[in-house]
């Protein structure tokens, strides 16, 4: 019988950064992954044509200035993973030929702004500086800490400033802020969909605080030179660097409880795997308890707890190309940086077309001529295909529930991709089929859901973002820190504080819990911005 002290179920990012951080710490580590690789939504394949990396998931990086994981490891320095930082972080060309556009610099964008509206561009600018203060002093140092119960939380806000001007926020939806701040149809739009797009309903109260988060990460996105896929091998390599191992193409029957711990772990074909120390999964919670552990070990009241877990109201339909050449926007008659912008939004020419996609994907319905964003990452990254030529990638918000059952999108997959390219060249003329290369490679809601089995109905982030299963309730109160009921089982997926979107958190959080509760010495140190957070109180 094979021995470890830790079994990590699923080598996505979580779990090969709980397991990075734990073969660090000394302790011998296997991570047991169903796919033929590790890094799951991570990925960069050859889906097109050969030659041309396509980030047929996970694209853009919104908290590498933040992210513990990226210092802790040095992974720049010693595992070469870079990252770019265009100036122009997300464009949004218009129908008449102007364009909207948010820069990394306030000054660029507030001039792009006041185009539109010179009240709106001085409101950008006062919002920009809350929002970044906001995300500085507590947003981002809560995403890389426990979670604590809401009002224990709610308490700490209102003894200080900029508390209490964040949960003015977090009452309100996201189309109440929105509206709140701006005036000018194009920029609301654009601001709401920034807002809303990774997942957060427009009409619901109760996660506001997110809006500062999602707008502020907009201009402050990375993207990985030569894919995403980049992360997961270098933290592969520290696993293995540290004495982990890694068993691929494996599927887990069950979590082995004896006298109320976990023990290890039974693959499909009968092999057991001792895990001594813990057993930490990374799938999601019907899974990891339902599936591996079962009711009867679990407790009927616990069960009803994870059966009650929500998945996402709306998912992504996703088309990789290859390009013969750049796309010209028309839009860049009037600003030529339009044509090197980070993330585009396009089909969206106000905040009711904006909102009917919404409702629309709320009753099971395919848009036509719905908008989405878009990013072709070698404008900024020539070695993702070769010379002179480009990649690009279309993310349109879907839903998986259609009102004649998810098996549509078999059929739809077919059609749609054509529909959302018609919508492109629009905007940019020349992207014309002629200029297409190989395969129009389509992801859908079910495709995601085929490849990625704990993204349940096409959930990027393992479950909705809902008052009720965000911070000290995600997923629920047992195990919103990693911990569960079973002792020596973890979790370590997006399903926990502080959720998905390659955040580098859970995994990290499950980590430390794992390492405090063996006795075992924690070799990374707390961020200075978390230890500030905790001396102003906010923590």
């Given at each position: 019988m ?8 699923g080598?996505g ?19 047991v ?25 996970a ?22 993973v ?11 060309p ?42 500085a ?35 309100k939806?996201p ?31 109760g996660?506001?605080?997110l809006?500062?988060?999602?707008i ?9 030179v030569?894919g ?5 091998q270098?933290f ?34 009968g ?6 120390r ?29 059966r ?11 088309v ?15 600003n030529p940086d ?12 106000s ?20 908008g989405f ?18 990649v690009?990638?279309?993310?349109q ?12 999108w ?24 002629d200029?297409?290369?190989g ?35 995600r997923?629920?109160?047992d ?17 926990i ?10 995994g ?19 961020p200075?911005y978390v230890q ?8």
């Amino acid at each position: 019988m094979a021995k470890y002290d830790v079994v990590i179920i699923g080598a996505g990012v979580n779990g090969l950064l709980a397991g990075a951080y734990l073969s660090k710490a000394g302790l011998k580590v296997l991570l047991v992954e169903k796919r033929y690789e590790a890094g799951g939504g991570l990925a960069t394949e050859e889906v097109t044509w050969p030659g041309f990396l396509s980030n047929t998931h996970a694209v853009y990086m919104m908290m590498v200035d933040y992210a513990p994981a990226y210092n802790d490891f040095e992974i720049e320095r010693k595992y070469d993973v870079r990252h770019v930082y265009p100036s122009l972080q997300v464009a949004m060309p218009l129908a008449d030929g102007r364009s909207l556009c948010l820069y990394s610099d306030v000054e660029k964008t507030c001039r792009s702004i006041a185009q539109f509206s010179q009240k709106d561009a001085a409101a950008y600018a006062e919002m920009s500086a809350n929002f970044g203060r906001f995300v500085a002093e507590f947003l981002a140092p809560a995403t890389y800490v426990p979670p604590v119960p809401a009002i224990e939380q709610a308490v700490k806000l209102e003894l200080t400033e900029l508390g209490r001007d964040l949960s003015a926020y977090s009452e309100k939806s996201p189309q109440a802020i929105v509206d709140g701040l701006f005036e000018n149809e194009h920029v609301r739009t654009l601001m709401l969909y920034l807002a809303c797009h990774w997942g957060l309903p427009y009409d619901v109260e109760g996660v506001g605080y997110l809006v500062p988060l999602y707008i502020n990460r907009a201009v402050n996105t990375r993207m990985v030179v030569g894919g995403s896929h980049r992360i997961s091998q270098a933290f592969t390599k520290v696993i293995l660097e540290n004495g982990g191992a890694m068993m691929t193409t494996t599927l887990v029957k069950r979590i082995i409880v004896d006298g109320g711990s976990a023990r290890g772990i039974e693959l499909t074909d009968g092999t057991v795997i001792e895990a001594n120390r813990a057993v930490v999964s990374s799938l999601d919670p019907h899974q990891t308890f339902l599936k591996l552990v079962g009711e009867k070990i679990l407790g009927q009241e616990f069960a009803e707890k994870i059966r009650g877990w929500i998945w996402e109201d709306w998912s992504l339909f996703q088309v990789d190309v290859a390009l013969e050449e750049s796309p010209n926007f028309l839009a860049a008659r009037g600003n030529p940086d339009v044509n090197n912008a980070l993330m585009y939004v396009l089909g969206y020419e106000s905040v009711d077309e904006l909102i009917h996609h919404f409702d629309a994907m709320a009753a099971g319905q395919v848009v036509e001529g719905a908008g989405f964003n878009l990013c072709f990452p070698t404008l900024h990254d020539p070695t993702q295909a070769p010379p002179g030529q480009h990649v690009g990638v279309i993310s349109q918000m879907a839903a998986y529930n259609l009102k004649e059952g998810a098996d549509r999108w078999w059929k739809v997959r077919k059609t749609l991709p054509e529909k959302l390219l018609a919508t492109l060249r629009r905007y940019a003329p020349n992207v014309t089929d002629d200029k297409l290369m190989g395969t129009v490679y389509a992801t859908s809601p079910l495709d995601i859901e085929n490849k990625f089995n704990n993204m349940v109905q096409g959930s990027i982030k393992q479950g909705k973002y809902h008052p009720l299963q965000m911070g000290f309730l995600r997923p629920n109160e047992d195990c919103s820190d990693g911990r569960t009921p079973v002792k020596n089982l973890y979790l370590c997926g997006a399903c926990i504080h502080p959720g998905g979107l390659v955040l580098l958190g859970s995994g990290y959080l499950a980590a430390g819990a794992v390492a405090d509760d063996l006795g075992v010495a924690r070799w990374w140190t707390e961020p200075a911005y978390v230890q500030e957070a905790r001396a102003n109180g906010l923590l």
